[in-house]
């Protein structure tokens, strides 16, 4: 059974997609959402939180990759 993350994906200081995934991408990693490329900047996890679903959340901040 994998575990699954609720991700709150930062651009521009602003949240533009809630992701729920089986893996975090790490700082450095480049990510394809929605057909554009960005690469991940920080990640921080919010143990702070508790879902009801059982999920952990984390917010991964990304700035958008030129091709």
Known sequence: MSKEFLIHVICNGKVFIELVANHIPRIDDEVR????????????????EVLSSGMSRVNMAVTEVEL
Do not use: M
């Open 33 to 48: 959402i929605e057909n554009k490329i960005y690469k991940v900047t920080k990640v921080v996890w919010c143990f702070d």
